[in-house]
């Protein structure tokens, strides 16, 4: 049905930069709220970003001036651009989608496989 593939994790320095991205494909009608969580080894999974369809964004605390969010409404894709990068954020990142797959107010969440970002010198 619907794949969300993600790319652009990798080893950084601390102070460095990633740019994230996420491309959902398959039968889609519209994507609401797309969005970046992360998972540190023993910790919970944890929301960082999260887009609205229109542009509206919401960032954790721990990352507020260093990630940008964005998106291309027409590609189905996501992004996240990380600067300034610290160890702390190192972890897999997944991305999130609502879906809709028919017109109407029923949504599907899709999760991504993942991608690691370590940051470490």
């Known amino acids: 049905q619907v794949q969300l593939v993600e790319s652009g994790g990798g080893l950084v320095q601390p102070g460095g930069s990633l740019r994230l991205s996420c491309a959902a494909s398959g039968r889609i009608f519209s994507i609401n709220h797309m969005g970046w969580y992360r998972q540190a080894p023993g910790k919970e999974r944890e929301l960082v970003a999260l887009?609205?369809?229109?542009?509206?964004?919401n960032y954790a605390d721990s990352v507020k001036g260093r990630f940008t969010i964005s998106r291309d409404n027409a590609k189905n894709t996501v992004y996240l651009q990380m600067n300034s990068l610290k160890p702390e954020d190192t972890a897999v990142y997944y991305c999130?989608?609502?879906?809709?797959?028919?017109?109407?107010?029923?949504?599907?969440?899709?999760w991504g496989q993942g991608t690691q970002v370590t940051v470490s010198s």
């Open positions: 999130n989608a609502r879906v809709k797959l028919t017109p109407g107010v029923y949504e599907i969440i899709y």
């Open positions: 887009i609205t369809s229109g542009g509206n964004s």
